[in-house]
C-alpha cells in the first residue's frame, strides 16, 4: 500500500503517491445567506420579543455564517396563536387545495435546490454530494409524496374517517435539518394540521430558507410557524397547552425529559430518537459488496445518522477479510471541505460533537478495543475526526452500547445466526439493522427476530417517503413516512 502524504496546498484529504490525485472541486452556488435570520411567525418573518441572537457558524471553517433569532417563551406563544387561528380555515380546505400548496412548496425547493444544497453544506458540514443528491432531493420527494396524499386521506384508514389533530408543535435534530423539517411538515400540513416547528440550534439556515419557499408558495398565514433557539425554546414548544400532539426527533436523553415534562397530558406524541444499528455481515454475502454498505453505512454524513450501522457484526470465518478490506477501503476516503464535490467526509457539526466522539472513542482505546483510523491529514481549522474502526470489541464495551454519532465502527464477530440474532437485539436501541447474505430464507428470519424499525438487505441507509420509519424501546414510537406516519398525525373520527 503507498503511503499517503502531505495534502495539496488546497489542503484536500487523501493523496496517494503518484496513484490518484483530484484537483479540488470547489461548488460554487451561492447560498444566498442572509446577515441575520429572524423568527417566522404568521406569514412574516419577526424580530424575537427577547431582542436576542445567536450565531451560527460554518464548522469547516469555524467562520460565522449568520445571526439566528433566539425565541423566548413569548415568541412561542405568538407562533401558537397564530397557529391556532389558522387552524379552522387550513383544516376546512378541500384536501386537493392543500395538496396544491403541498405541490407548490416542492417544486419552489426543485428550483432552488443547489442553493440549498449548499446553504446545508455550509451550515452543518456534510459533504455538497450528499446535500446535493441526497438531503435537498429527498426533502422535495417527501412533499411531493404527501401533496399526493392530501385529497386522498379517506385511504389512510380504510373505512374510517380520519381527522387532523389541530396545532402540533415539532423539535428536529442537525443532521438532516432541511429533510427531518420536510419529514414532520409535509404530512402534519398534508392531514390538515398547522405547526409550530424549532430547528437545532447549530443548523437552522435552511429551515429558515425554507420560510422564503412558504411565502413565494402563498401558503396562509399561520399554518407554519418557525422558532430558533435552543433546548429551552425546544422545551417551551414541546410544553405549550396548545399543543395537541408533539413530535420530536433528537437524542433519546432529551426525548426522555420531553416524556417526563409531558406526562399527565393529553397531548399526543412521536419520538425518534437515537439508535446503534447491527450491520451483520454473513460468510455468504458478497464481501465486496458489503464492504461498500459498511462503509455507506457508517461514513454517510460522517456517522451523524440515528439509523447508522455503527455495531458491525461480521461471522468469524470472514471476519479478518473483511476487515483487511475494510481498512483498505477507508484510507482511500477523502476527509476534509464539504464544499468539495470528491469528499466523502466532511466536518463534525459542532465543537460538542467533536469531543463527545473523541470522549467515546478514547474510552474505547482505555476498554481494550483495538483503534485502526484512517491515515488521512485533517484540515488545521475546523471540526474534523478520521474514518476509525474498532476491533475485538465486546458487547460491555461502551463503544458497543453507546451512540457515538460520528465516523466510528465497533466491530464484533459472531459464529452462528442465533448468536448475530441475540448480539444484534443486544442493545437499548431499536432503530435499524442490516443484514448481508446470499440467502432469503435468512433475511427473512432475520426481518423477522431484529427487533428494529428497519431491516436492510444487501444495502443499508435506503429511504423513500413511502416506507414508514421508526424505531422500537428507546429508539422512539411512531412512524415518519408511508401511510403510518400520515395516521400519527390524525385521529380516527
Ligand atoms: P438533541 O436531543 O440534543 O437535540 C434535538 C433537538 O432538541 C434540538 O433542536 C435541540 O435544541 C432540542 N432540545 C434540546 N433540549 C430540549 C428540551 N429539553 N426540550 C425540547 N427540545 C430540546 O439531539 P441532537 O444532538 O440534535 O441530534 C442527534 C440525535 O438525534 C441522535 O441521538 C440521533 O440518533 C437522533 N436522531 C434520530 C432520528 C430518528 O428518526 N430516530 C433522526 C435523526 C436524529
Known amino acids: 500500500m503507498p503511503t499517503p502524504r502531505k495534502p495539496s496546498a488546497a489542503g484536500r484529504g487523501l493523496i496517494f503517491g503518484d496513484l490518484w490525485e483530484f484537483d479540488p472541486a470547489p461548488e460554487t452556488a451561492d447560498p444566498k445567506l442572509k446577515e441575520r435570520y429572524e423568527l417566522f411567525i404568521d406569514g412574516a418573518f419577526a424580530r424575537p420579543r ?37 387552524f379552522p380555515r387550513w383544516s376546512a380546505l378541500p384536501g386537493r387545495e392543500r395538496g396544491k400548496y403541498l405541490f407548490r412548496i416542492a417544486r419552489l425547493l426543485q428550483d432552488r435546490a443547489r442553493e ?4 446545508e453544506t455550509l451550515d452543518g458540514g456534510k459533504p455538497i454530494k450528499e446535500s446535493r443528491d441526497f438531503d435537498v432531493p429527498m426533502a422535495a420527494a417527501h412533499f411531493f409524496y404527501h401533496a399526493g396524499w392530501a385529497d386522498k386521506l ?92 408533539v413530535a420530536f426527533t433528537g437524542s433519546t ?41 459498511i462503509v455507506n453505512a457508517i461514513f454517510f454524513n460522517q456517522g451523524h445518522v440515528c439509523c447508522a450501522g455503527s455495531r458491525l457484526l461480521v461471522q468469524e470465518s470472514v471476519a479478518e477479510r473483511v476487515v483487511s478490506k475494510l481498512k483498505n ?42 483503534m485502526y483510523q484512517s491515515p488521512c491529514v485533517l484540515p488545521e481549522k475546523g471540526f474534523y475526526f478520521p474514518p476509525t474502526l474498532f476491533t475485538k470489541v465486546t458487547q460491555s464495551h461502551r463503544i458497543a452500547r453507546e451512540e457515538i454519532f460520528g465516523p466510528v465502527l465497533s ?22 439493522a442490516g443484514v448481508w447474505t446470499d440467502k432469503g430464507s435468512r433475511i427473512l428470519r432475520m426481518s423477522t427476530e431484529l427487533k428494529a424499525g428497519v431491516v436492510w438487505a444487501n444495502t443499508f441507509n435506503r429511504f423513500d417517503p413511502s416506507s414508514p420509519f421508526g424505531g422500537y424501546k428507546e429508539s422512539g414510537f411512531g412512524r415518519e413516512g408511508g401511510r403510518q406516519g400520515l395516521l400519527d398525525y390524525g385521529a380516527l373520527a
Open 50 to 86: 427577547t431582542g436576542k441572537y445567536f450565531d451560527s457558524i460554518n464548522p469547516a471553517n469555524e467562520r460565522k455564517l449568520s445571526e439566528i433569532a433566539l425565541a423566548g417563551a413569548a415568541d412561542v406563544d405568538l407562533a401558537y396563536k397564530a397557529a391556532a387561528r389558522a
Open 116 to 119: 440549498f444544497a449548499v446553504a
Open 154 to 245: 379517506e385511504y389512510v384508514a380504510p373505512g374510517r374517517r380520519v381527522v387532523p389533530l389541530g396545532v402540533v408543535g415539532q423539535v428536529i435534530p442537525w443532521n438532516f435539518p432541511l429533510l427531518m423539517l420536510a419529514w414532520k411538515l409535509a404530512p402534519a400540513l398534508a392531514m390538515g394540521n398547522c405547526v409550530v416547528l424549532k430547528p437545532a440550534e447549530t443548523t437552522s439556515i435552511t429551515a429558515m430558507k425554507l420560510c422564503e419557499i412558504l411565502q413565494d408558495a402563498d401558503l396562509p398565514p399561520g399554518v407554519v410557524n418557525l422558532v430558533t433557539g435552543a433546548g429551552e425554546t425546544g422545551a417551551a414548544v414541546m410544553g405549550h397547552p396548545l399543543a395537541a400532539k
Open 253 to 293: 436523553e432529551v426525548g426522555k425529559a420531553i416524556m417526563r415534562q409531558l406526562a399527565g397530558t393529553k397531548k399526543k406524541m412521536t419520538m425518534e430518537l437515537g439508535g446503534k444499528a447491527a450491520n451483520i455481515i454473513f460468510d455468504d454475502a458478497p464481501i465486496d459488496q458489503a464492504v461498500e454498505g
Open 329 to 370: 477501503r477507508i484510507r482511500v476516503l477523502r476527509v476534509g471541505d464539504p464544499l468539495d464535490k470528491n469528499t466523502d467526509l466532511g466536518a463534525i457539526n459542532s465543537r460538542e460533537q467533536l469531543s463527545t466522539i473523541r470522549r467515546l472513542v478514547a474510552s474505547g482505546v482505555r476498554e481494550g478495543a483495538v
Open 411 to 432: 466491530i464484533l464477530t459472531f459464529r452462528t445466526v442465533d448468536e448475530a440474532i441475540e448480539k444484534a437485539n443486544n442493545t437499548a436501541f431499536g432503530l435499524s
